[in-house]
């Protein structure tokens, strides 16, 4: 299947990577390929509305009339926040379990049966939406009842979330196969957090499931109607369940490209999986951070719950802030790149689009997104930031600067190692990831300083500009220029990483391990040497001094943020 | 060493964790201890808490509480517009497709009060602000079939500005409201409040009290008197002008016209339409169904003599009401 590739394999159907040394089967491959092109795809038809969305929040230009924005922004939000994600995910499956095993994939016929409804889901959605009608409305992302969205779309989006349902199917049977055949073997860290990955994924497919079902019963009449409060719970499993799995899949992507291109190695095996565990248990309510300002949920189930997942997920988050860094160090010592407190991270392929992605990803991640959720996640603090335009700034932190440049760095390598194409416009391959995390980290702090500075309001077309008043968020303008101006670099860096990826395909010249080097150390090495040449026993002590630079911008951070709040009236008893 | 991407040999379990590893790991947890406990105290020690009494109300019933509190609360005009004084400690707020009910209101600063919101259809959000220190806000969710009262208090007088940040449909962007802090004279409020010198006396305007009377939607306040459009070959009537504490309302709202007269409704803003709730026998007139916005028109050459009566759905309760008389 598909032409794209240079690779051969041999009788069986299997090929050795020259480059990670994993033993790869053609029906893994061939579905990693299927799955990660149609993400591509979905993923410039996102970019596409992202233009005319940014352009009418951007005032000055106004690209929309409000009734096309808020369709426009409903295309934008599918496309990215689920159809990107979930088709990209669901080859991260495929190549944490049968690649990383060396083994075929199991059921793949299911593989071909999730991939059809998926994709039948995928543009049902996107019609349904874009011919929206009075009486409908269209559904944002979130579509909350009562307001009523068309019953095809809500027809459609079932039938997206069971195609992933199926499509998960094959990677759990390769888990089942592996385990019968290799009982004692332990699953690689890789293979490892890839399971987690999908259990969460099925939690928040079928809360999915749970959700839209008995909303398109009550769409067409079966239902008499349907509580909104029990909607935004239901809701919120798959709202922010798919958003863990975009957490733990950019995590195990971290894990992987860190090791394939600079020589990271596992701090330890030990931590590392007990924070992939305490994903599963504390991710479950932690839906509940979405309703911190909802009238009808009480304050201690808010409370509690806000705090488990802090107690939890973010604890799990926080660990592997350290291990993924300090692995790199670890590992990077132990070859020989060390060199003082950081001569580990300037010495590594910073010239690599692949890495430099992976690490921007890391640090912007942790510091634009993973801090402003857990203060927006603060019951109280929540009251300014809920619904305001710091809402989309923090997550367009964890699932553009996120997630989605550390999707690109491994689309880098899935084009040399899965195509074995090598990249076409290599200076701009190199730059392309600096410019699209520069500019969107400016898009996301502008974003975050309009919400909660000045309260500008999320989901709106014309701040400057509301009927029937004189006031308006005139004073905000400033920050509204630098946002449409980031914004378009911001889509200019994307555009190119699309263009590259697809110019790579058609025209890329045949990559080959021979020939070009991947990362800066010997991978022989790497993969020789007893277990016991502690990796403990490295120094870390330059991730160190990152993770306190870290926590102290959090404490100081939050610190400003409840200020804020004190500076606000006296509400509640 | 030991790869992500090999099963790791041995006992990896039992292996010894790097000393700096280990520390961080008591940092992350200790601030996630502290994160709660600073969530908990706050409920104690802070001034801001999401946290207020929640009733089961059906979206009618909820409006009927805020039509209640509107009768018994008296009227402050401020620099031409009209606040309402609430008659006790109660301030309600009732958020609708596309308007805030209740607002404006003038509260006293320094003073609690038991601000009560709800929703007379879809979900809306509260989003409140200090016109002069926009930092100064808040938002709180608004949701059907439910009622939430939190108490709050304002020191720093001024105008308070409340938006909907939360999509309602296509009038979401012109949802608008505010409330005013500020010390003022007593003003009469309670049952007396209803029959004070705000004309809002029951069915004794012309038409039968249809503009003036808020039996049937709220009382047109943009209504002075009749237009009279007599001799005029073509007469507009602009849909969605200023008035009424927003753009709820038909310019002129009553007007006189000749038999045989085309008279031209032109929408100048969004969400609005011309029902029609009484008309002659023998009128072919049956409005604008839809919500149309800004630029729509439309035209109908009135033959029948008599009295069309006409209102806007949405905006009923705000007083968007029309008359064109036949003569």
């Known amino acids: 299947m598909f032409g794209f590739s240079t690779y051969e394999y041999d009788s069986d159907g299997f090929r050795e990577c020259g480059v990670t040394g994993l033993r790869i089967h053609r029906s893994a491959e061939d579905m990693v390929k299927l799955y990660g092109l149609t993400a591509i795809v979905a993923l410039v038809v996102g970019g596409l509305f992202a233009i005319a969305v940014a352009m009418t929040r951007w005032e000055a230009i106004g690209m929309l009339d409000p009734g096309r924005f808020y369709k426009y922004l409903s295309m934008h939000a599918w496309n990215l926040l689920i159809f990107w994600m979930v088709f990209m995910e669901i080859a991260i499956l495929y190549v944490g379990g049968p690649f990383v095993l060396g083994r075929r994939l199991s059921l793949p016929s299911l593989a071909k049966v999730g991939y059809g409804l998926m994709l039948l889901g995928a543009v049902g959605v996107n019609v349904a939406i874009f011919v929206t009608s009075a009486p409908n409305n269209v559904p944002l992302l979130t579509s909350y009842v009562p307001l009523p969205s068309s019953w095809q779309f809500y027809l459609f989006a079932i039938v997206f979330l069971l195609g992933a349902v199926v499509a998960a199917l094959p990677f759990f049977a390769t888990i089942w196969w592996e385990r019968q055949d290799n009982p004692g073997k332990t699953l690689p860290l890789v293979a490892f957090g890839a399971f987690v990955t999908s259990i969460i994924a099925l939690e928040a497919l079928l809360g999915g499931l749970i959700t839209y079902v008995p909303t398109l019963a009550w769409r067409v009449g079966v239902l008499e109607s349907l509580d909104p409060v029990w909607y935004r719970q239901m809701y919120w499993i798959v709202g922010h369940g798919t958003q863990q799995i975009n957490l733990v899949a950019m995590i195990v992507i971290w894990y992987f490209l860190t090791h394939v291109l600079a020589g990271a190695e596992v701090a330890s095996q030990k931590v590392s999986r007990i924070a992939f565990v305490m994903y599963l248990f504390f991710i479950n309510l932690g839906a509940a951070h979405h309703l911190m300002s909802d009238p009808a949920v009480s304050a201690g189930w808010r409370l509690w719950n806000t705090s488990y997942s802090a107690y939890g997920a973010v604890v799990a988050s926080m660990i592997h802030a350290f291990a993924i860094p300090a692995g790199l160090e670890a590992g990077r010592r132990a070859k020989g790149k060390g060199g003082g407190l950081f001569g580990w991270l300037w010495s590594s392929p910073w010239d690599d689009p692949g890495y430099s992605a992976t690490i921007l990803s890391i640090v912007l991640f942790g510091f634009l997104g993973g801090i402003t959720g857990v203060m927006m996640g603060q019951m109280q603090l929540n009251m300014t930031w809920h619904n305001t335009l710091a809402v989309p700034g923090h997550f367009h932190a964890t699932v553009v600067l996120g997630t989605t440049l550390a999707f690109m760095g491994l689309g880098y390598y899935v084009l040399r190692l899965v195509f074995g194409r090598d990249w076409i416009l290599k200076p701009l391959a190199r730059i392309q990831p600096y410019l699209y995390a520069g500019a969107m980290a400016l898009v996301c702090l502008m974003m975050m300083y309009l919400g909660v500075l000045f309260g500008v309001p999320r989901r709106h077309p014309s701040v400057m500009d509301i009927p029937g008043t004189e006031f308006s968020f005139e004073a905000a303008q400033p920050f509204f220029a630098v946002f449409g101006v980031s914004a378009v670099l911001a889509i200019v860096g994307g555009a190119l990483f699309a263009l590259i990826a697809v110019g790579t395909l058609l025209f890329g010249d045949r990559f080959s391990v021979d020939t070009a080097r991947v990362g800066d150390v010997d991978r022989a090495a790497a993969d020789g040497g007893d277990e016991d040449d502690a990796v403990h026993e490295q120094s870390m002590r330059g991730t160190f001094v990152l993770t306190l630079v870290f926590l102290a911008t959090f404490v100081v951070l939050t610190a400003l943020n409840w200020y804020l709040l004190s500076n606000t009236w006296q509400i509640g008893a | ?327």
């Open chain 2, 1 to 327: 060493m030991s790869s992500p991407l090999d099963d790791p040999d041995g006992n990896w379990w039992d292996r010894k964790v790097n000393r700096r590893e280990t520390i961080w790991l008591g940092l992350s947890a200790g601030w996630a201890v502290s994160l709660f406990g600073w969530m908990l105290g706050w409920t104690e020690f802070g001034d801001q808490n999401n946290i207020g009494q929640n009733y089961e109300v059906s979206p009618e019933r909820y409006q009927e509480k805020v039509s209640a509190y509107k009768d018994a609360a008296g009227t402050l005009a401020v620099d031409g517009e009209d606040y309402l004084v609430p008659d006790g400690e109660d301030v309600y707020v009732g958020a609708f497709q596309w308007g805030f009910d209740g607002l404006p209101v003038v509260v006293r600063p320094g003073e609690t009060y038991k601000v009560h919101l709800g929703t007379y259809d879809v979900q809306h959000g509260f989003s409140a602000r200090n016109e002069s220190n926009l930092s100064q806000q808040i938002s709180l969710q608004m949701i059907p079939g439910y009622e939430w009262v939190l108490e709050m208090s304002w020191d720093d007088p001024g105008t308070y500005q409340v938006v909907c940040n939360e999509f309602c449909g296509n009038g979401h962007r012109s949802m608008h409201g505010t409330f005013l802090v500020a010390d003022h004279d007593a003003v009469e409020t309670g049952a007396d409040a209803g029959e004070g010198g705000d004309g809002q006396s029951e069915a004794s305007g012309p038409y039968g009290g249809w503009l003036t009377s808020d039996e049937t939607g709220g009382a047109a306040g943009n209504f002075e008197s009749v237009v009279d459009e007599t001799g005029s070959s073509s007469v507009t009537v602009e849909v969605g002008a200023d008035g009424n504490g927003g753009p709820f309302a038909y310019a002129p709202p009553a007007v006189t016209v000749d038999q045989g007269t085309t008279v031209t409704f032109d929408w100048i803003s969004t969400g609005h339409n011309v029902v029609v709730e009484d008309a002659p026998d023998g009128s072919d007139w049956s409005g604008v169904e839809s919500l149309e916005g800004d630029g729509y028109t439309h035209e109908h050459t009135f033959d029948e003599p008599g009295v069309y009566k006409y209102y806007c759905d949405p905006h009923l309760r705000n007083g968007m009401k029309g008359v064109v008389e036949v003569v």
